[in-house]
């Protein structure tokens, strides 16, 4: 969780910069951020998309590009991430390692959550760890033929 830009020391906490830049989050703000990502880890499903609706990004990754999306696929919470995906979650995103939540849902073995992410136009080819990729790798034939009856 990076800024894009830094305030002058003696800009207003939470006001924007006079430049227009993002403006600083306090410690404070940082921290309750970041327990988001625990939040969707664990699958508590209402809480996190109250939170979404209350103006907490739906689209938050973490230091390592996980998005709240991905991490609620990779920890099977097919709810929570049909809930951030109402919401408008980018299903594009892909972290660090080159995972995309896709790729995550067919690692999991998860049917619901991947014709979900399918649904929600998904591309299975994107990432270095593409949904494909993992199915290949990981020889998961009955997910390679969700990925497969999704194309055609």
């Given at each position: 969780m990076s800024q894009d830009s830094r305030p002058s020391?003696?800009?207003?906490?939470?006001?924007?910069?006079?430049?227009g830049g993002t403006p600083e989050l306090t410690a404070e703000q940082m921290e309750f951020l970041a327990s988001m990502f625990d939040v969707a880890r664990s699958g508590r499903t209402q809480e996190l998309l109250d939170l979404v609706d209350r103006g907490v990004p739906v689209n938050l990754s973490n230091d390592k590009g996980d998005s709240l999306l991905i991490l609620a696929v990779?920890?099977?919470?097919?709810?929570?991430?049909?809930?951030?995906?109402a919401r408008g979650a980018d299903v594009h995103r892909i972290n660090d390692r080159g995972q995309t939540a896709l790729g995550c849902a067919v690692f999991r073995q998860n049917e619901e959550a991947t014709r979900a992410l399918l649904a929600a136009g998904s591309d299975p080819h994107l990432g270095r760890q593409s949904a494909y990729a993992v199915a290949e790798i990981f020889s998961l034939d009955s997910m390679r033929a969700i990925l497969d009856a999704h194309q055609s």
């Open positions: 020391a003696d800009a207003p906490e939470n006001q924007p910069p006079a430049d990779y920890n099977d919470h097919t709810e929570l991430a049909e809930g951030l995906l």
